[in-house]
């Protein structure tokens, strides 16, 4: 249970300061770079820009201080689900801008950013299958992390198997179509 944990521990500081960065690096610069991905219609792209930070911190903070792991677990899988498709489709269309992961320090979009948040969706799994672990305010109302069903730990192992199948199948499509010679 320490391990499950520690891996809650880290996964909540790698969303918190993720959102701090991109808070830090300014609404205008992150609602640009969810607009050069191209995937939600103009006018949504200033509403992720001012709430995906702060939904990465405010998730990142509950793991890190063991509450409610439970649902904060299935909030961060949903974040990675996201962003390795948002990354996976990208790369699929050729772009190759800011990915957007950590405010101003973030690098460029690349393969390796969609499997890193593709590991961090399994790792996840397991701090929600054991309510959070041993370390924390969640051991205090164990009552309340006990309710969350089984069906729920399903419905996340399947999130994140359809989200592995379909960024790796979008990259292999993608490096296919790279290694093609033009006739």
Same mark, same amino acid.
């Given at each position: 249970?320490?391990?499950?944990?520690?891996?809650?521990?880290?996964?909540?500081?790698?969303?918190?300061?993720?959102?701090?960065?991109?808070?830090?690096?300014? =609404? /205008?610069?992150?609602?640009?770079?969810?607009? /050069? &991905?191209?995937? %939600?219609?103009? !006018?949504?792209? #200033?509403?992720?820009?001012?709430?995906?930070?702060?939904? =990465? %911190?405010?998730?990142?903070?509950?793991?890190?201080?063991?509450?409610?792991?439970? #649902?904060?677990?299935? !909030?961060?899988?949903?974040?990675?689900?996201?962003?390795?498709?948002?990354?996976?489709?990208?790369?699929?269309?050729? @772009?190759? @801008?800011?990915?957007?992961? !950590?405010?101003?320090?973030?690098? /460029?979009? @690349?393969?390796?950013?969609? @499997?890193?948040?593709?590991?961090?969706?399994?790792?996840?799994?397991?701090? &929600?299958?054991?309510?959070?672990? +041993?370390? *924390?305010?969640?051991?205090?109302?164990?009552?309340?992390?006990?309710?969350?069903?089984?069906? *729920?730990?399903?419905?996340?192992? +399947?999130?994140?198997?359809?989200?592995?199948?379909?960024?790796?199948?979008?990259?292999?499509?993608?490096?296919?179509?790279? /290694?093609?010679?033009?006739?």
């Amino acid at each position: 249970m320490v391990a499950v944990s520690f891996t809650r521990i880290v996964i909540g500081v790698v969303l918190f300061v993720a959102g701090l960065a991109k808070l830090r690096g300014g =609404e /205008r610069r992150f609602t640009a770079v969810v607009a /050069r &991905y191209e995937l %939600v219609p103009t !006018a949504v792209a #200033p509403v992720l820009g001012r709430w995906l930070p702060w939904a =990465e %911190v405010v998730t990142g903070a509950f793991l890190v201080a063991g509450m409610a792991s439970q #649902p904060a677990a299935l !909030a961060a899988a949903v974040l990675f689900t996201v962003f390795s498709l948002a990354i996976g489709v990208g790369l699929a269309r050729g @772009h190759t @801008h800011d990915c957007g992961c !950590a405010g101003p320090i973030g690098g /460029r979009l @690349h393969w390796r950013l969609m @499997h890193r948040n593709l590991a961090l969706t399994l790792a996840i799994l397991p701090v &929600y299958a054991f309510g959070g672990g +041993s370390l *924390g305010i969640a051991t205090k109302f164990a009552g309340a992390a006990s309710s969350w069903s089984d069906a *729920g730990l399903l419905a996340l192992m +399947s999130l994140t198997a359809v989200a592995a199948a379909g960024t790796l199948a979008l990259q292999g499509v993608v490096t296919a179509k790279e /290694r093609e010679v033009p006739a």
